[in-house]
T-cell receptor, first 119, second 111 residues
Framework: KAGVTQTPRYLIKTRGQQVTLSCSPI?????VSWYQQTPGQGLQFLFE???????NKGNFPGRFSGRQFSNSRSEMNVSTLELGDSALYLC??????????????????FGPGTRLTVL | DAKTTQPNSMESNEEEPVHLPCNHS???????IHWYRQLPSQGPEYVIH???SNVNNRMASLAIAEDRKSSTLILHRATLRDAAVYYC????????????FGQGTTLQVKP
């Protein structure tokens, strides 16, 4: 089964521009989450989409937005890029299915990431 | 979200067992303990998770203290490929897509 794919893998932009990153989840997975990874802040949760609706949101400014399509593919957009937005952006997908007994089968499968450099 | 505390780094010799500790003194009754690891130049990958009982899978074992305020990830025989950053994460059963990563433990495996 194919894993989570992210495009593009590398991107160079300049300050003030905007960027759109794409994530294709594992087939059948309904939840897609986005994370930002930087050397200083580590891995930080951006947002999660489930059935085309944003279900959870991290503590990031409104310049960061996302959406999910009916086929579960997701995009995230960063507008008015700043130097500090340079990071590895990771996407993760999961089944997000609740099992009997309270446990939820929601192991996160991460993609390889998109390395964004803002000059 | 409840917080976890892990040592910044640990070293191990190849083919020896490794015990990676995690403290989570403010864990709530519905928090599951998850472990993920991130190999160099890769996205994180799931290792194991548990609620109250010890858990085993093909990758590792998870030992959970009786009061659930701490846990230990056990790699039975470390290999060079196990060198990674290991993250201990608490997740409420309802927060299905949101993982709050701490700084993790960087594990070095020496041949």
């Amino acid at each position: 089964k194919a894993g989570v794919t992210q495009t593009p893998r590398y991107l160079i932009k300049t300050r003030g521009q905007q960027v759109t990153l794409s994530c294709s989840p594992i087939s059948g997975h309904r939840s897609v989450s986005w994370y930002q990874q930087t050397p200083g802040q580590g891995l930080q949760f951006l947002f999660e989409y489930f059935s085309e609706t944003q279900r959870n949101k991290g503590n990031f400014p409104g310049r960061f937005s996302g959406r999910q399509f009916s086929n579960s593919r997701s995009e995230m957009n960063v507008s008015t890029l700043e130097l500090g937005d340079s990071a590895l952006y990771l996407c993760a997908s999961s089944l997000a299915r609740r099992l009997a007994g309270g446990d939820s089968y929601n192991e996160q499968f991460f993609g390889p990431g998109t390395r964004l450099t803002v000059l | 979200d409840a917080k976890t505390t892990q040592p910044n780094s640990m070293e191990s010799n190849e083919e020896e067992p490794v015990h990676l500790p995690c403290n989570h003194s403010t864990i709530s009754g519905t928090d599951y303990i998850h472990w993920y690891r991130q190999l160099p130049s890769q996205g994180p990958e799931y290792v194991i998770h548990g609620l109250t009982s010890n858990v085993n899978n093909r990758m590792a074992s998870l030992a959970i203290a009786e009061d659930r305020k701490s846990s230990t990830l056990i790699l039975h025989r470390a290999t060079l490929r196990d060198a990674a950053v290991y993250y201990c994460i608490l997740r409420d059963v309802d927060n299905t897509g949101k993982l709050i990563f701490g700084q993790g433990t960087t594990l070095q495996v020496k041949p």
